[in-house]
């Protein structure tokens, strides 16, 4: 069974604290996604990449950055948590090569920054 | 610019009725259509997705599709509704960006279906 996971479901942090989101996923896919999703807004892409050590921006990438040093690994990170920053993040992965590979999902990790 | 538009914030339907939610979208090219579902505290499920061929796609669950090049729609669309379907739905569109290709959601309709 395919699987993509995060490293918390739920996760509080103070404003200013520098957070780590870890996603994995075991289909030994190419591409990797992390979005951000809230009420009304659907979800958002903040960055992606393609292959290893390969990053690109998404949609809103202030205050987000990424890192994958290893194919089945990308994290999120945010350098200083801002109080906006809470809501939820899902990390996706799909084959790379062609643009109609669906998507796999994480179950989500809930983060709140007091 | 590639977007997708998901005019329905919220689709109310009986159990049993058909249900339909509806997707429209705008990209150059041919689209890559796809709808995805997410259960309540859980991540997306990938339902059913339309490349080229035949427009009435079907997927997961029962559920299916209608690609509508004219009028630049892909609803999602079930005969018979069931209470479990409730959950949130979205619809996404594949676009070129540096060489690869990174899907747009629209921003989602809730369906609640009553029994």
Redesign the interface.
């Known amino acids: 069974d395919v699987k993509?996971t995060q490293s918390s479901r739920y996760l509080v942090k103070r404003t200013g604290e520098k957070v780590f989101l870890e996603c994995v996923q075991d289909m030994d896919h190419e591409?990797m996604?992390w979005?951000r999703q809230d009420p009304?807004?659907?979800?958002?892409?903040i960055y992606?990449s393609?292959d290893v050590k390969m990053k690109?921006k998404?949609d809103i990438p202030e205050g987000y950055s990424v890192s994958r040093e290893k194919k089945e690994r990308f994290s999120l990170i945010l350098e200083s948590a801002s109080t906006n920053q809470t809501s939820m993040y899902?990390c996706?992965s799909s084959l790379?090569g062609?643009?109609?590979n669906?998507?796999?999902?994480?179950?989500?990790t809930r983060l709140t920054v007091l | 610019a590639q977007s997708v538009a998901q005019p329905e914030d919220q689709v109310n339907v009986a159990e049993g009725n058909p249900l339909t939610v509806k997707c429209t979208y705008s990209v150059s090219g041919n689209p890559y259509l796809f709808w995805y579902v997410q259960y309540p505290n859980r991540g997306l499920q990938f339902l059913l997705k339309y490349i080229t061929g035949d427009n009435l796609v079907k997927g997961s669950y029962g559920f299916e599709a209608e690609f509508n090049k004219s009028q630049t729609s892909f609803h999602l669309k079930k005969p018979s509704a069931l209470v479990s379907d409730s959950a949130l739905y979205f619809c996404a569109v594949r676009r070129p960006s540096g060489g690869s290709y990174i899907p747009t959601f629209g921003r989602g309709t809730s369906l609640i279906v009553h029994p």
């Open positions: 993509v591409n996604f979005y009304g807004l659907g979800l958002r892409l992606f393609y690109e998404g899902l996706a790379g062609s643009s109609y669906e998507q796999f999902f994480g179950p989500g």
